[in-house]
Nanobody
Framework: QEMLVESGGGLVQPGGSLRLSCAAS????????MSWYRQAPGKERELVAS????????NYADSVKGRFTISRDNTKDTVALQMNSLSSEDTAVYYC????????????WGRGTQVTVSS
């Protein structure tokens, strides 16, 4: 069964850092583009960062450029999101998504991990 499991969320003070991780299983991870999305209360889910299947191309939302870094390890079937200089506006549930790099209709989502930035 295909699964994505996020971890690493929690409570952090403004200006702090967190590293999220997403572990994949049940599918060939290396042929999936991976992304992190987030959804804050009362807001729509938004794309935060994405990385190509080979890991040689990344994209970021303007709101996180220079603060967040997405990376992947195709030997361990994991994708990470390093988040620095966090602010209250980063508070959200963060979701991991995998999309087949050719067959775009094949995608999987994790259940999410809560990130709360508060003093």
């Amino acid at each position: 069964q295909e699964m994505l499991v996020e971890s690493g969320g929690g409570l952090v003070q403004p200006g702090g850092s967190l590293r999220l991780s997403c572990a994949a299983s049940g599918f060939v991870f290396s042929v999936y583009d991976m992304s992190w999305y987030r959804q804050a209360p009362g807001k729509e889910r938004e794309l935060v960062a994405s990385i190509s299947s080979a890991g040689n191309s990344t994209n970021y939302a303007d709101s996180v450029k220079g603060r967040f870094t997405i990376s992947r390890d195709n030997t361990k079937d994991t994708v990470a999101l390093q988040m620095n200089s966090l602010s209250s506006e980063d508070t959200a549930v963060y979701y991991c998504k995998g999309r087949h790099f050719v067959h775009f209709t094949i995608e999987y989502w994790g259940r999410g991990t809560q990130v709360t930035v508060s003093s």
